[in-house]
T-cell receptor
């Protein structure tokens, strides 16, 4: 399967701990996006990479959040000093630069629960 | 506040019935996507529309993009239990890098 993969699928952590999620996009896709989805809502944009460059960050991304895409391939999203309000599904998506670049393909998500 | 308003929020119908989901905004979009999401999974892309007035068909699903590129609809004919899921519309505004602005979704339940 050559779709977007995310790891882990589920993460339970205690408040105040740090967590890191990984996303492996579709191999030929240059663009990578992170979204967050809470219950009853659609996904909300967090940040966007074009290759290794982080080009946009949402105001939702407080300074406890950091994302990287060091070699323009996989990406990581780290949350420091987690809070209960961070509990959500974290989704990664990728898209090609050419063609209809707005078509984004999502991974299965990482479900974070902060206790 | 979400840029895209979806209606209804919840729809429960019996197998064989038709249904329509609406997605409205005051903003103009360069493209609009429809996704379906199952519990605990990521959204799966169904279709992308880019031209005002465009109509696309995917088997029993018909997607329409409004002439002004501010709204869209999804119509399902003869719904089946396998159509059950959360339907999300998402638009790309002309001033963005391609980031998607999602509606809150319409939960569709089709009972046998």
């Amino acid at each position: 399967d050559t779709g977007v993969s995310q790891d882990p699928r589920h993460k339970i952590t205690k408040r105040g701990q740090n967590v890191t999620f990984r996303c492996d996009p579709i191999s030929e896709h240059n663009r990578l996006y992170w979204y967050r989805q809470t219950l009853g809502q659609g996904p909300e944009f967090l940040t966007y990479f074009q290759n290794e460059a982080q080009l946009e960050k949402s105001r939702l991304l407080s300074d406890r959040f950091s994302a990287e895409r060091p070699k323009g391939s996989f990406s990581t999203l780290e949350i420091q000093r987690t809070e209960q309000g961070d509990s959500a599904m974290y989704l990664c998506a990728s898209s090609p630069t050419s063609g209809s670049s707005s078509e984004q393909y999502f991974g299965p998500g990482t479900r974070l629960t902060v206790t | 506040t979400q840029l895209l308003e979806q209606s209804p929020q919840f729809l429960s119908i019996q197998e064989g019935e038709n249904l329509t989901v609406y997605c409205n905004s005051s903003s103009v979009f360069s493209s609009l996507q429809w996704y379906r999401q199952e519990p605990g999974e990521g959204p799966v892309l169904l279709v992308t529309v880019v031209t005002g007035g465009e109509v696309k068909k995917l088997k029993r699903l018909t997607f329409q993009f409004g002439d002004a590129r501010k709204d869209s609809s999804l119509h399902i004919t003869a719904a089946q239990p396998g159509d059950t899921g959360l339907y999300l519309c998402a638009g790309v505004t002309t001033d963005s890098w391609g980031k998607l602005q999602f509606g809150a979704g319409t939960q569709v339940v089709v009972t046998p």
